[in-house]
């Protein structure tokens, strides 16, 4: 594989006899003095901004500019109208997506699971949430992708509510595929559904942007780019090597202005790309197209034989069976509650024996992430470990039993909202202590970040409920957001 | 200089037998293809997520948060109530200032030359702009610093014609300093002015982040953060040796709400900062910290001898001359519009002759940047090329002389509003051709970016002399920002 033409352009630039009378400060010029710098020693030679020649992300240059080409070859592989190399991750591709297609005041059909630039941007834009909860497995207790009918019920009841009650009509859907856990919904079914009501749906595929690399799609899950979504949002440095804060955003719609897409995309996004950044994500897509498919059975392969041995040898431990196109090859969810130990307690055996670092833990489970970058050590370091501490569980355990009901947060399955959304995040707030605020409204996102799925909006009220399941978090040492020093943000009374 | 505590943190777990299941996907595991990857093979090893122990930039661990610690630390040197790094440049600063500062539908009393994103905040959150005409410079046609003289009377005549008319009286103020030529601002007079109203001033100093670190700053300029800014924002990647898309911005004010300003940050900057870019940050200013003072001095010393130099050795290349306190020592303004060549043909001459590559040119000016970083290199290199153009100009022109006076462009005068900025940035518009656009009103910024200073802003009327003008930069070979293949956009009829 040949590196990426805004690398190449980058590294000669570099290494050229040009003088920089321009931005960045460093001007290139910290080799001679190496020692002092880590991060800029590193890529301090091909650090630029726009300048003649080197085009520009807010304003690419057809057809000849590096970013303009970059990014067609981008769109042509993902099959899609346009695509948008993002450097301040997936959120600034969810805030451009959702402002283009929800009017100020309008309503968006979403996931109460959604990413938090979800939510952030319905607060910006005065935006109604019109929630979905989808199923939760009742093994783990995560939520499951959502489905069509949960759409479907979502905007009818919504769009009849505003028949009766007056208000707008949904603007359009949100949905998250693959999930956080890895659940991979059916957007094809889901669009469809969307654009029989001539909405648009944007889909929210952070975790997802190796889909579209595999052959035979059935085989990982169909990226939602090949599903008639309008846009999609992937973060590249999530699941293929692209650096930490790339994404890229794929518009294919009938129904909303590319204009204003645009137009809001250069409004949160910073006129300073680093083209370290642009050039890593050019490089990740070319890694991908070349070596993707190879690297995606591979990862397969060994995922699947992992889940396998966890549940075929494994008495305390288990994992989240794999289903093909239901469940993605990179997530894997899996816990030893049965033996009575808890995510937080079972990362940290991982971490401070195995030097196994997971990506989050929950109360009910773990979740450890696997991409096509991993050779054969993730597979059994991951394996020796599992086993190893599933043994001496045994051993200390022997028979016995432990009660090891999965139960979900309370608010999982519905709160209410006394103050819209919106409305309540831009309203004076107080932070009293946890304990009393049973009876309050809401005036944070309160909930375990990763995942991110709130167990209080703004506007809702805090339950008795609620304050006994977020002090039972932090007291298992938990970090809850919305939560400091045992203070919560209410709406002032 | 030690390395910083970010980079020698991230530096020890890429090299420590911890094994990553979690993003990024690369799984810093491009050295084994090194040959594949250009930029994570630089900084693969290093590019982490939120992990354990590695603190998380939207709610950072106080007090042993390696990125609580930095901030603190940064706010402690900058002797403000709290610093924050940003990784989606300025631009993010910016927006989460205004939005904090200014509610909806509220008054931001703003220089004309203000940056992009300026703008951009003002139409997302429906504010309307009080605008300020600085002087202009007669030399060369940029606009002066904005005076507390034009903050007191921006305010004055938006405050009584709201006693008169209705609406919102001025809730804030920005303004630019140093300016992208250099020019800084009586930030004291500025903000004793605002405070006088009871209004807090945000200061757009990207282009003066190296400012602090001169011990004498009588010298060099005096940092808003000394002057009574209640909210100063820093482009770390333009003037000190931190990487592109890096920035800070401090808060320290007793008008504003800080919950409200860490809010919209939250809101504007992506959930999956890049460690590396942070670390940048760090280390940027680590190194200021210690060679700023002597770097600054050398600065000046080269900086004020090229300018005499050319000055008193040129007969046709002519610069702004320094004047301390006044003008930046980065920012050299100069031109060869006495011998009748535009910015952009002297741009082109330094560029494919000496190979130095300007920061910007307009028609009248070039712009060239130097910063801590340079070396004597940076001096000799750009007096040697000055003066043998010079030479070559007095051989080829001899005692001819050219009719150079600087025409500022008629927008700078001040335009007409005929829709509010907000309003018509959301409107329904349509392109069409330049020639035909007088009479309507313009539905984009039309400008030259760099510098940025909008010709017109949406909800304007375009004029017959505005056509013209910009037909003349297009014809001269400038790239007009908000014009496409000769289109214009302009609000539908």
Redesign the interface.
Known sequence: ?K??NI??K??EYGR????????????R??D?ESG?????G???D????E??DFDNLS?PDAPDGILYKAQKECADFYDVKKSFYL??????GI?SAI?ACVPKGGKLCVARNA???TY??M??RDIEPVYMYPHLNKQFGFFEAVTAEDVEKAICSANSDCEINGGNSVAAVIVVSPTYEGRIADIKAISEVAHSYGIPLIVDEAHGA?LKFAKDADKFGISACDCGADIVIQ???????????TAVMHFNSELVSL?KLE??L????????????M??IE??IN?MKEFGQERLEFLKNNFVGLVATINTQCKYIEALDYRQGIQDVGK?VFSAKRAGISGIELSGML?DKY??????CVKDYCL????????E??FD??KGALLDIDRQLQEKLGNSKFDYSTKPLSSYSGNETVIPLAKA?DMS?ERIFLEHAAGRVCAAFVGL?PPGTPMLVPGEPVSEENVREIMEYITLGY?V?GINEGLIKVICQ
Chains 1, 2 share one sequence.
Not at 87 to 92: C, F, R
Not at 266 to 277: A, E, G, I
Not at 355 to 360: I, T
């Open positions: 594989m590196k990426g690398y190449n980058l590294n050229s006899d040009s003088y920089p009378y321009h931005m960045p400060g460093h001007k010029n910290v001679a002092l710098f880590g991060v800029l590193r890529i301090g091909i650090d630029i901004t300048i003649h304003d450097v301040n991750g997936s959120t600034v805030l402002s990413h938090k630039s952030n941007a607060c910006i190796h973060s590249v440095h999530k699941t293929l090597p692209a650096p930490t804060q204009d137009k809001y250069h409004v949160y996004q910073t006129s300073s790309p680093s083209y370290p950044l050039a890593g490089e990740a890694y894997l971490r030097h196994l670092e997971l990506e989050m450890a992430m696997f991409t096509v970058c991993d050779a050590e993730a370091r991951m995040w707030s970040y970090e957001t």
